[in-house]
Every structure is written in C-alpha cells, then in structure tokens.
C-alpha cells in the first residue's frame, strides 16, 4: 500500500536523520577504532565533500528532467545502503575509505533532493514542509540518544549496522511513495520541462539568489567550531557526556519548535527576515560561547539554535520556493546544501582547527561570529535586490527572456506568489 505524500516524507526524514544522528556523533570513533588515523579521518571526511561539491549539482541537475522523483531518490539512496551495508562486511582500509566517501556522499545528495520534493507537495497543499521537517530533527536527538546507548553497550561496529538500518528504511520509505507526490496539481506539474544547462548557469547570474547563497551558507557554516569542538571545549570546562547530550538537545529542540510552528511567522515576515534573524544570532552566538559563560548562560544561548539554524532552514527553502523557477529548485536546492553550507562549513572547520584549542576556544568562536555578520550584510544586500518574484539574471537586460517561471528559464518580470492552503 503505498503512502500519502504527508506520512511517506515524514518518514523519509525520520529515516535520513536517523542516518545522520548516529553518523555525525558516533561513526568517526568506528573509524578510529578500526586503525584510521585522525589525519586520515579528515580526509576521508574531505574527500566526501570534493565528491558532493564535483558532482553533487549535476545530480540535481539530472534530476530536473526525471518526471518520477522516486528514481533519483531511490537510486542515491540505494548507493547509500548498499555502501553503508558492505561496510559491516570486512573490507581493507582503501575499500572502507571509498565506501566511507560514497556513503557520506550519497546522504548529502538525497537531503536537499528530499527537500525539494518536499517543498513541492507544500505547494500542492499535500503537507506543511516545516513540521514535517520537524520529525526529523526529533529522529536526529533520539538516535542520539538511543544509538549512544546502544553503542555504549555493544561498541562503536554498532554505529555501522544502525546506518545500514536507517539506509534501508529510507529506500523502503522511497519505493512505498505515490509517483507524483511532489508535484504540483493541475496543469502546471504535466508542462514542467527539463531545464536548460544555460538556464541552470543563470542562476549564478541573479545578485539575488548569490546573495541568499552567501547569508545562508555563511549562517550555517558558522556552526562549524560548534559541530567539531564544543564536545572538546564543554569537556575542558568539566562538563560530563551527559549534560554535553543535553545542551545538544536543548538546541534541537528550539530548532524543533520554530519548525513545527513557525510557518505563520514566516508567511508574515517573509525569507529574508528568516534569514537575517538566524545571521543576527550568529553574530551574537558564538563570541558569548567562545568566553565559557557561566552554565545558565550557556543553556540560554543554546536556545538560540532555533534562529541560527531552523529559521534560515525555512527561509532559505521559503527562499528558493518562491525565487527559483519550479524546473531549477533542485539545483538551487542543492547548490545551497553543497557550495553554501558544505563547502563554507568544511573551510571553516579547516581554518578553526588550525588555531582553536579547548583551553582557549575564543578566537575561533570569534570567527564565526565573524561569519555571522558577514551573513547579516549579504542579507541586507537581498532586503534590497530582491523583489519578491522569480529571480532574473541580472547581468543585463539582453542576456534573458521573459518566461513563465515552469521550464523556460529565469523570469526577467517578477511573479506574484499566491497565499498557499
């Protein structure tokens, strides 16, 4: 019996977070375990981010012409399971460090490509992309904790088997989707037309959408000290592994919080604000972690995930939801998820751990929140280009047509954006 579009997603991201609330904390120490260096670790890491920078945007791109989603979806996440399960099965240490890159590369794909397909079925009025996005966020703190229970038990192999687990649900989820469930309803979903590489290259055109690429990429990847040392710094301060699990959870769950209710909020104020509110939190954020604040303090400011991370999340989809023509919203998506977020988070995790150190975290903190105004100023740079509609290029007048917005290429006019259901 196959799913609604509204259950099947929401499983969909119960599945990937699963995934990825055991991969983020746990996996590395298998690595460890099984004789991979610190170094080599970093590289394998690194090396699965090349391969989503290199060919992350031409799977979007390919993916734009697939009528079914549920192909591209199912072949990536079906690389996922396969390499995740071959990895339970010994292997030498270069076939582990390829299937390690795949694996971590394939995941990276299938999120924005999910979120795509999710943002659709928003505007088909099927669900509401933000709570069921939530479910997710509440998949990542419960691997969290049952998986480090589980791990604490049986040993760190156990990460492996839990994201061949969640892999495989994530493939049974896709086959069990309705074919179409992303789609619009009505005219528009049968005449939407395989995008033109030129068409896809305009986007890098649009002052508007380069702008939104920078304050949302520069947000994100100001967690980037938070993701990879706060572990090392709250230790330092004599901060056991439990009371680290819960500040981690007192971030996911104000993140959960603007997921599930804040769509009003953002059909009142709009992606750019979003947007902004999570770069202002940034700015304020980090420095005031970097200075080891008394415990209260640092409760309070983990509370402020809910900007740094869920609002630009929703603005940023919000963003491309209403900016990017219907038959380039996985590039955009995915050029989000690889050159914003993934590429400014690994360079700034590269340039931190060259100076950070436990006993003295500020300088690196520092930086993000660096970032965070960096992000601010591109977001005020969007407040202004940015028109509301269909980005165009703008480059100059010659070098577009005006189009629909469906399959043509970027509308040189903007669009109105109906109210949705």
């Given at each position: 019996?196959l799913?609604?579009?509204?259950?099947?997603?929401?499983?969909?991201?119960?599945?990937q977070?699963?995934?990825?609330g055991v991969?983020?904390?746990?996996?590395?120490?298998w690595l460890?375990?099984?004789?991979?260096?610190?170094?080599a670790i970093g590289?394998v890491?690194?090396?699965?981010?090349?391969?989503?920078?290199?060919?992350?945007p031409?799977?979007?791109?390919?993916?734009?012409?697939?009528?079914?989603q549920?192909?591209?979806?199912?072949?990536?996440?079906?690389?996922?399971?396969?390499?995740?399960?071959?990895?339970?099965?010994?292997?030498p240490a270069?076939?582990?460090a390829l299937l390690?890159?795949t694996?971590?590369?394939?995941?990276?794909?299938l999120?924005?490509?999910?979120?795509t397909a999710?943002?659709r079925?928003d505007?088909a009025?099927?669900?509401?992309?933000?709570?069921?996005?939530?479910?997710?966020?509440?998949?990542?703190?419960f691997?969290?904790?049952a998986?480090?229970?589980?791990?604490?038990r049986?040993?760190d192999?156990?990460?492996?088997?839990?994201m061949?687990g969640?892999?495989l649900?994530?493939?049974?989820?896709?086959?069990?989707?309705?074919?179409g469930a992303?789609r619009?309803?009505?005219?528009?979903?049968?005449?939407?037309?395989?995008?033109?590489?030129?068409?896809?290259?305009?986007?890098?055109?649009?002052?508007?959408?380069?702008?939104?690429?920078?304050?949302?990429?520069l947000?994100?990847?100001?967690?980037?000290?938070?993701?990879?040392?706060?572990?090392?710094?709250?230790?330092?301060?004599?901060?056991?592994?439990?009371l680290?699990?819960?500040?981690?959870?007192?971030g996911?769950?104000?993140e959960?919080?603007?997921?599930?209710f804040?769509?009003?909020?953002?059909?009142r104020?709009?992606?750019?604000?979003?947007?902004g509110?999570?770069?202002?939190?940034?700015?304020?954020r980090?420095?005031?972690i970097g200075?080891?604040?008394?415990l209260?303090v640092v409760?309070?400011?983990?509370?402020l995930?809910a900007?740094t991370?869920a609002?630009?999340?929703?603005?940023?989809?919000?963003?491309?939801?209403?900016?990017?023509?219907?038959?380039?919203?996985?590039?955009g998506?995915?050029?989000?998820?690889?050159l914003?977020?993934?590429?400014?988070?690994g360079v700034?995790?590269?340039?931190?751990g060259?100076?950070?150190?436990?006993?003295?975290?500020?300088?690196?903190?520092?930086?993000m929140?660096?970032?965070?105004?960096?992000?601010?100023?591109?977001?005020?740079?969007?407040?202004?280009h940015?028109d509301?509609?269909?980005?165009?290029?703008?480059?100059g007048a010659?070098?577009?047509?005006?189009?629909?917005?469906?399959?043509?290429?970027?509308?040189?006019?903007?669009?109105?954006?109906?109210?949705?259901?």
């Open positions: 019996m799913l609604t579009p509204a259950r099947g997603f929401t499983l969909l991201y119960i599945a977070f699963l995934f990825l991969q983020l904390p746990f996996f590395p120490g460890y375990e099984i004789g991979f260096s610190e170094k590289l890491t690194g090396g699965s981010l090349i391969l989503r920078l290199l060919l992350g031409v799977v979007a791109y390919w993916a734009e012409s697939q009528r079914d549920r192909i591209i979806l199912g072949i990536i996440s079906a690389l996922m399971f396969v390499s995740a399960a071959l990895l339970l099965v010994g292997q270069w076939s582990i390690t890159i694996m971590m590369w394939s995941f990276g794909c999120v924005p490509l999910t979120d999710v943002m079925a505007k009025g099927a669900l509401d992309y933000g709570r069921t996005r939530a479910f997710g966020s509440g998949a990542f703190v691997a969290n904790l998986g480090g229970l589980l791990i604490a049986t040993g192999a156990a990460s492996v088997a839990w061949a969640a892999s649900l994530a493939l049974v989820v896709i086959l069990g989707l309705p074919k992303e619009q309803e009505g005219a528009g979903a049968s005449r939407l037309a395989p995008p033109k590489l030129s068409e896809a290259v305009r986007l890098f055109r649009s002052k508007s959408f380069l702008l939104m690429l920078t304050a949302a990429g947000t994100q990847g100001a967690h980037a000290v938070y993701y990879a040392f706060s572990k090392l710094h709250w230790s330092s301060l004599g901060y056991g592994s439990d680290i699990g819960v500040l981690w959870t007192i996911v769950v104000a959960i919080m603007i997921l599930f804040g769509r009003p909020l953002l059909r104020f709009g992606p750019v604000l979003f947007i509110a999570g770069a202002l939190a940034a700015f304020i980090w420095p005031l200075l080891s604040p008394p209260p409760f309070l400011l983990q509370t995930h900007f991370f609002t630009v999340y929703l603005g940023t989809v919000e963003f491309i939801s209403r900016a990017v023509p219907r038959n380039l919203e996985n590039t998506m995915t050029l989000v998820s690889t914003g977020v993934g590429a400014l988070t700034a995790t590269i340039i931190a060259l100076f950070f150190t436990a006993a003295n975290p500020f300088p690196a903190y520092a930086m929140g660096a970032m965070g105004a960096a992000a601010l100023l591109a977001t005020l740079g969007l407040w202004r940015w509301g509609g269909i980005i165009r290029s703008e480059r010659g070098d577009d047509a005006p189009v629909d917005g469906t399959g043509g290429g970027i509308s040189q006019e903007p669009v109105p954006v109906p109210d949705r259901p």
